[in-house]
T-cell receptor, first 112, second 116 residues
Framework: SQKIEQNSEALNIQEGKTATLTCNYT??????LQWYRQDPGRGPVFLLL?????KEKRKERLKVTFDTTLKQSLFHITASQPADSATYLC???????????FGKGTTLSVSS | DAGITQSPRHKVTETGTPVTLRCHQT?????MYWYRQDPGHGLRLIHY???????DKGEVSDGYSVSRSKTEDFLLTLESATSSQTSVYFC???????????????FGPGTRLTVT
């Protein structure tokens, strides 16, 4: 069966450092991979989408990589801030967009 | 949460009673989804809809039914609620964008359901 693993349930870093979150998937060949942010008591918020033929995508302080050989995506937040503290979810997605499987998330805490 | 509302936001019900949750969107998106989120399991897809009257099952559909009679509304029904259905339920919408094929989803604020 399809399996999504986000390494580390929790990640604690200091303000100004780069946070790197990992998403690994098995038994799945997604056409896209999405990253979401979720704050306590709220629904997930879309951050970035990367396609299978893209190696890297950037948006402001965020960078996502997608390695279909390793079946892995890395999510980086540079110059992290306490406001970046949240749970981050990865979601590999099929071509039709009808099978979007979410990982359990990594909770990032940025301390000042 | 803009453009997506869920009602009720909180509900406590007894085992065996029927429950209907409503998702309403003002974005005219074609696709709508119902998820449940539980500690240790993350977000799991219950059902989704790809148009009016067009629905399909997700990963955890047993015990749930859905209906979509209008583009803007997607209803989730628990015919006979059980304690295992205590959860936070999220509705989401998406639309493929021409030229990009993106499938990003936009989530509602969630409904916290407790079955006693």
């Amino acid at each position: 069966s399809q399996k999504i693993e986000q390494n580390s349930e929790a990640l604690n870093i200091q303000e100004g450092k780069t946070a790197t979150l990992t998403c690994n998937y098995t038994n799945y060949s997604p056409a896209y991979l999405q990253w979401y942010r979720q704050d306590p008591g709220r629904g997930p918020v879309f951050l970035l989408l990367i396609r299978e033929n893209e190696k890297e995508k950037r948006k402001e302080r965020l960078k996502v990589t997608f390695d279909t050989t390793l079946k892995q995506s890395l999510f980086h937040i540079t110059a992290s801030q306490p406001a970046d503290s949240a749970t981050y979810l990865c979601a590999p997605t099929n071509q039709a967009g009808t099978a979007l499987i979410f990982g359990k998330g990594t909770t990032l805490s940025v301390s000042s | 949460d803009a453009g997506i509302t869920q009602s009720p936001r909180h509900k406590v019900t007894e085992t065996g009673t029927p429950v209907t949750l409503r998702c309403h969107q003002t974005e005219n998106h074609r696709y709508m989804y119902w998820y449940r989120q539980d500690p240790g399991h993350g977000l799991r897809l219950i059902h989704y809809s790809y148009g009016v009257k067009d629905t399909d099952k997700g990963e955890v559909s047993d015990g749930y039914s859905v209906s979509r009679s209008k583009t803007e509304d997607f209803l989730l029904t628990l015919e006979s609620a059980t304690s295992s259905q205590t959860s936070v339920y999220f509705c989401a919408i998406s639309e493929a964008r021409a030229g990009t094929g993106g499938w990003e989803q936009y989530f509602g604020p969630g409904t916290r359901l407790t079955v006693t």
